[in-house]
Structures are given as structure tokens and as C-alpha cells.
């Protein structure tokens, strides 16, 4: 069996939910109960027109060490393909 064979059969993450809040006018995404991060995460207006897509991707370079330390979520996250 090929590897994406084996993928392709794989049970899926468990995908969690993710939240979006304002932290002092800094937007973020708090993922809860699951452990997958959608790759893709479609913006939608109030009509449910398609308006961007976002992707998920490992987090910048940590600033010079000035502010708090922010963890690096994606080591401890999997991101997937949601349908």
C-alpha cells in the first residue's frame, strides 16, 4: 500500500472549534476540543458569499524577546484537509 493510499485510509483528527477573539485589537483563533487545525478557513459574509481563504501555516519568527513568550501551537497541533 502506497503512502497516500495509507493516508487516504487513516481516521481522520479530531478537529476542534476555533474561536475568534480580539486580544488589545490583535485578532487570534483559539482552537478547543480537538486536536487538528483546519488548513483552509473560508471567510464568509453575512450571506454566506465566499469573500477569502485563509491558510494555516507555521507561526513567524519569534520576536526579539521583548513581550511574553507565545507558544508554538502548530508543534503541538496537526493541520489537515477538512471537507
Known amino acids: ?10 481516521a481522520p483528527e479530531p478537529s ?6 480580539d486580544r488589545d485589537g490583535v485578532l487570534s483563533l483559539t482552537l478547543s476540543g480537538g486536536e487538528a487545525i483546519p488548513r ?3 471567510v464568509l459574509d453575512e450571506s454566506g458569499k465566499l469573500l477569502a481563504v485563509y491558510t494555516a ?3 513567524a519568527p519569534p520576536a526579539p524577546p521583548v513581550a511574553e513568550a507565545v507558544p508554538d501551537v502548530l508543534t503541538e497541533r496537526t493541520v489537515v484537509d477538512l471537507p
Open 16 to 21: 476542534g472549534t476555533l474561536e475568534l477573539s
Open 40 to 42: 483552509n478557513i473560508p
Open 1 to 10: 500500500m502506497s503512502d497516500q493510499e495509507a493516508e487516504a485510509t487513516e
Open 57 to 59: 501555516g507555521p507561526p
